[in-house]
């Protein structure tokens, strides 16, 4: 099974503000690498897509980066609805598809 | 527009089983792959299973194989989990997901609101 590490667990920044997150991988998992947002109380929602893919609707703050074992979610200038949990799941090497435990973005 | 109602939650004995049902709409429900994605309490998220919408292939994580049945009525737009011989670490909102492929990618476009199901004496 495939380890997805995240960090940090929490990145406290203000708006306007760049979040950079890691998430990395046990093993090589090519580019199959998803991130997802999650606010307090809601669902998921998909991101990113094959590391760098960003998903319908998604704005073109969130860009995302990475092969291999390495992977980074850039939100450029964080909005004041962009601070939430950011999950990284891996799709190379299933069942089971593995999420990472997620990095906190919290208002300073 | 797409539309997935997870409902079935509730509090069960341990041993006990459940059932969950996910009603979808706004899609062709036969050629996409659903999964089941849990969240335990404060915790993050875990994946439970997986169908697709083809051959019907399943998928379990270990944490529940044997136990738990995901199963699909495609002439109803129906995904269910049936869930068996329930633990306490089972307890978590439940969701389902739709894939953006007919096969199982983990790549979940649509999610339900989540249905929590607690296992508690």
């Known amino acids: 099974e495939i380890v997805l590490t995240q960090s940090p667990a929490t990145l406290s920044l203000s708006p306007g503000e760049r979040a950079t997150l890691s998430c990395r991988a046990s093993?090589?998992?090519?580019?199959?690498l998803a991130w997802y947002q999650q606010k307090p109380g809601q669902a998921p929602r998909l991101l990113i897509y094959?590391?760098?893919n960003r998903a319908t609707g998604i704005p073109a703050r969130f860009s995302g980066s990475g092969s291999g074992t390495d992977f980074t979610l850039t939100i450029s200038s964080l909005e004041p609805e962009d601070f939430a949990v950011y999950y990284c799941?891996?799709?190379?090497?299933?069942?089971?598809?593995?999420f990472g435990q997620g990095t906190k973005v919290e208002i300073k | 527009e797409v539309q997935l109602l997870e409902s079935g939650g509730g509090l069960v004995q341990p041993g006990g089983s459940l059932r969950l049902s996910c009603a979808v709409s706004?899609?062709?429900?036969?050629?996409?792959?659903m999964s089941w994605v849990r969240q335990a309490p404060g915790k993050g998220l875990e994946w439970v299973s997986g169908?697709?919408?083809?051959?019907?292939?399943?998928y379990y994580a270990d944490s529940v194989k044997g136990r738990f049945t995901i199963s699909r009525d495609n002439s109803k737009n129906m995904l269910y989990l049936q869930m068996n011989s329930l633990r306490a670490e089972d307890t978590a909102v439940y969701y389902c997901?739709?894939?953006?492929?007919?096969?199982?990618?983990?790549?979940?476009?649509?999610w339900g609101q989540g249905t929590l199901v607690t296992v508690s004496s």
């Open positions: 997901a739709k894939d953006r492929y007919l096969v199982v990618t983990a790549i979940y476009d649509y």
């Open positions: 706004g899609f062709i429900f036969d050629n996409y792959a």
């Open positions: 799941l891996q799709r190379s090497n299933w069942p089971p598809w593995t």
């Open positions: 094959n590391a760098s």
């Open positions: 093993q090589s998992v090519n580019n199959y």
């Open positions: 169908k697709s919408g083809s051959d019907g292939t399943t």
